[in-house]
């Protein structure tokens, strides 16, 4: 998909971080923007900062672990706008240090992150792909993963995001096979500057609180702080953002906005199974 300007893109996690980025960039290039996010407040201020540019924008409060949120966002987006062309389900959470283990982590951790970060995505392309996919038009689908979505910990950040890895690398298969105007791409971020550790501030009362970073034993909040100031030192959002729009012109399906060693250790364990080889340990998990 060459042509941006006057299409329309929605991003969820919108109001901060890479879907601040997103955002942005959609608009600075021409397009139409669909903000949502769970956050009303910086929601609003994402969409001021828009709006004051000059650009087409709403912004629409959205749960994406909420199937009927994420519908009404889709009837928003169609309702102001007649038509979706870029889709970006970007929206995610950490309940916890990424080096927790299977049985540290809380049922609830697993049931938030799972329900924000897996079926957050599987939300939106049940809302939109089939709207996208009736309208005619060439259009893309970008699925927020993460590095943590090619490599293996058994904690649930990890874990959802396999699943939006493989649920996307599914999804283009399936444009591709019934000779769909859509494409997708798949986003792996590597260590960006965003408050992802800090997702805590959204977890919804159901889920109880998150877990004490005092009760967790050291070598996991050593991991955890060590993570935390890499991320502190990580690539801007707004390369991310310039990488997703060069792939949506050049039809790229992976994108890894990643550091190199980081990509390293993708291709080490990647070499592992290919080789049959026992799991390589790998850093933060």
Not at 7 to 31: D, K, N, Y
Not at 55 to 61: F, G, L, T
Not at 90 to 97: C, I, L, S, T
Not at 114 to 138: C, K, Q, S, T
């Amino acid at each position: 998909m060459e042509q941006f300007e006057g299409r329309v893109a929605v991003v969820t996690g919108a109001a901060s971080g890479i879907g601040r980025a997103l955002a942005t960039r959609f608009a600075q290039e021409g397009m139409h923007v669909v903000l949502a996010d769970v956050e009303t407040g910086p929601l609003a201020d994402a969409h001021a900062a828009l709006a004051a540019t000059g650009a087409q924008a709403i912004a629409v409060r959205t749960d994406v672990a909420q199937e009927a949120d994420v519908a009404r966002l889709a009837d928003a987006a169609y309702e102001r706008f007649g038509a979706v062309h870029v889709l970006c389900n970007n929206a995610g959470v950490a309940a916890g240090p990424l080096r927790s283990r299977a049985w540290e982590s809380s049922l609830a951790d697993w049931q938030w992150t799972l329900n924000v970060n897996f079926m957050g995505v599987l939300h939106g392309v049940r809302a939109f792909v089939p709207r996208m996919l009736a309208g005619g038009d060439e259009g893309h689908v970008v699925n927020t993963s993460s590095i943590a979505g090619l490599l293996t910990s058994a904690n649930p950040y990890n874990v959802s995001k396999h699943g939006v890895t493989c649920l996307t690398e599914g999804l283009e298969k399936d444009f591709r096979a019934i000779g769909a105007k859509l494409s997708a791409s798949l986003l792996c971020p590597g260590l960006i500057r965003t408050r992802i550790l800090d997702a805590g501030r959204n977890r919804p009362e159901q889920y109880g609180a998150g877990p004490d970073a005092a009760s967790l034993p050291p070598d996991v909040r050593q991991a955890h702080a060590a993570f935390a100031a890499a991320l502190d030192a990580g690539y801007p959002p707004e390369e991310v953002a310039r990488q997703v729009a060069e792939a949506i012109r050049a039809r790229r399906f992976y994108v890894l906005p990643a550091q190199p060693w980081l990509v390293d250790l993708v291709r080490q364990r990647m070499t592992d199974v290919i080789e049959q080889r026992n799991p390589t340990p790998m850093p933060f998990g």
